[in-house]
């Protein structure tokens, strides 16, 4: 039978399929509509589960009676938990295999999820949702080891089109569910809605990923107290971020304490892992120069995400504005990203480079924003987050394809759980900053505002007479007028420092998206694209199937 071959780079001696491709799979073993269907939605009911606890805070507390402080560590327990499950995941999938661990988890967090809306005592809240987090944390890392294992290549651009929108559909349409749910129906739909999509992704991992064989190794079995310690240090490390600002950072022993137990912690796992190896983790396979970089791209990309998860919501909610009011102004986006991620898989099809898909993606973002150019703001945003995050998340699947990742499960399952750890550190990580960043530069802004607002100068007195004679009839009297007046003029000082902080944050997005483009460049060139993978898979099956 005949082959295909391709030309490879010149540096390159032999010719035929570069490392780690004859491992890539030709077809899957069940129907590769409903295995990708079901991972995806994985995916998305983490992220929307994720937004609609956050948007539901402030119901969650009043539901179960408890205050600011209480209630700020409702979102740690799932998000740490989260944490926690992520590098454990290697040891779980690595056992007892993908498709057992996605059914067993996704069946927890179904009942936890239920139960919810129910739990009126804190302390069983705050387990519930750890339980959950563990549970959720499963789908993300094992989402990329099955797209790398049993997604045939020709198919692969498209799921990474559909992995990108479920993410970015899942954040901007979260504002509309929860104020739909909480005006039109109740809140507690924020629980009942991942409750009902989670067995549909059941239904779709059961009959659409097979069942993987359990290991086989001479070895002794691998040990999951260096997994433990691992988790736990990150888990502390994301306790410590997640409540720093909070916690007003090293000026809290309780900060302190989560911080260097964290790192201790990630001593002690590296400690042993070098003392007791275990043949579940692969550490040095994460020392290519392109999984160094991506890791970057990750870490900073899930930082300029936050212009959309936490920048626009808050510039908007400081006007007055709720879930289902602001609502609008995120979520037409994300259809138009639908069609955007599309764009980008027809684009990698046709030959071009992942890395330059990145780049472009990372040049779209802008720090122009105003109420006159405000959508338009939003549509370059949106283009630049559609075609980043689908450049990043090819140029990962080729490193791990072509720097052998699957010619062994333990480093696809490290690849795995590592980048995994990358994205939630980085999330939190930027999260932290930007909270940390937002909170300086408004009182900043409001100090230099406030010295052009001085009492006894004659600007400031007579903007305070006009205000209070225009209030004085619907007052009881001057006196209560003129403090109507003054309340008036510090809530308009406010709003214009909340204004110019905004602003101080998109240019700090817009300083990373450059940063990230002198990453991009630093990138090495994959020895193929996308475009020509099936072809040299399909000859090199040729080429097996001719031999004797």
């Not at 739990?119 to 990329?144: D, E, K, M, Q, R």
């Not at 490390?237 to 260097?260: E, H, I, K, M, N």
């Not at 193929?528 to 001719?546: D, I």
Request: proline letters at 5%; one cysteine or more.
């Amino acid at each position: 039978m005949s082959a295909t071959f391709i030309t490879l780079p010149a540096n390159r001696q032999s010719v035929g399929p570069p490392p780690g491709l004859a491992a890539l799979p030709v077809d899957l073993s069940h129907s590769p509509l409903l295995g990708i269907l079901g991972v995806l939605l994985g995916a998305g009911i983490v992220t929307i589960t994720g937004r609609l606890l956050s948007l539901g805070l402030a119901d969650l507390k009043g539901n179960v009676g408890i205050g600011f402080d209480d209630g700020a560590w409702i979102g740690s327990a799932f998000n740490v938990a989260l944490m926690f499950i992520g590098p454990f995941t290697v040891y779980l999938g690595g056992l007892l295999g993908p498709r057992r661990v996605l059914l067993a988890s996704a069946t927890v967090f179904t009942v936890i999820c239920w139960f919810l809306p129910l739990v009126h005592s804190y302390s069983l809240l705050i387990v519930l949702l750890a339980i959950a987090g563990l549970a959720s944390g499963t789908f993300y890392p094992l989402t990329l080891t099955f797209a790398l294992r049993n997604i045939p290549l020709r198919y692969l651009a498209l799921v990474v089109a559909l992995y990108a929108t479920c993410i970015e559909a899942a954040v901007n349409f979260a504002p509309s569910i929860f104020g739909f749910c909480r005006n039109h129906v109740s809140w507690e739909w924020m629980f009942w809605i991942p409750a009902l999509a989670t067995p549909v992704m059941m239904t779709c991992i059961y009959f659409g990923v097979a069942e993987s064989p359990k290991p086989q190794s001479k070895k002794q079995p691998p040990s999951f107290v260096g997994f433990f310690y691992l988790s736990c240090g990150f888990a502390l490390l994301y306790a410590a971020l997640d409540q720093g600002q909070r916690l007003d950072w090293w000026r809290s022993g309780v900060f302190t304490g989560l911080l260097a137990g964290g790192m201790f912690l990630l001593l002690g796992s590296l400690v042993r892992h070098l003392r007791s190896p275990n043949f579940l983790v692969d550490l040095p396979y994460l020392r290519e120069w392109n999984t160094i970089l991506l890791a970057g791209a990750l870490f900073t990309f899930r930082f300029v995400l936050l212009a959309t998860i936490l920048i626009i919501p808050q510039s908007l909610s400081v006007r007055g504005l709720d879930a289902e009011q602001l609502a609008p102004a995120v979520v037409w986006t994300a259809v138009f990203e639908l069609v955007l991620a599309f764009v980008g898989a027809l684009l990698l099809y046709k030959g071009i480079d992942s890395r330059l898909l990145m780049a472009i993606g990372f040049a779209a973002f802008t720090s122009a924003w105003s109420a006159e150019n405000y959508f338009r703001s939003e549509l370059l945003m949106a283009v630049g987050q559609s075609f980043a995050m689908m450049g990043l998340v090819c140029s990962l699947l080729l490193q791990a394809a072509f720097s052998g990742g699957l010619d062994a499960p333990q480093r696809i399952l490290t690849f795995s759980a590592f980048f995994h750890t990358v994205r939630l550190l980085g999330g939190e990580t930027g999260v932290a900053l930007i909270g940390r960043f937002i909170a300086e530069r408004e009182k900043l802004h409001s100090y230099l505002l406030g010295l052009q607002v001085q009492s006894g100068e004659w600007i400031t007195e007579s903007t305070v007479r006009h205000l209070a004679a225009g209030l004085a009839s619907k007052s009881g009297g001057l006196a209560v007028a003129t403090e109507r007046a003054l309340g008036i003029i510090d809530s308009k000082l406010r709003l214009q420092a909340y204004s110019l902080t905004f602003i101080d944050a998109f240019h700090l997005v817009a300083w990373a998206c450059v940063a990230m483009l002198l990453v991009t460049a630093l990138l090495r060139k994959a020895p193929l694209s996308f475009a020509q993978l099936p072809s040299l898979q399909q000859g090199s099956t040729s080429m097996q199937e001719s031999r004797p």
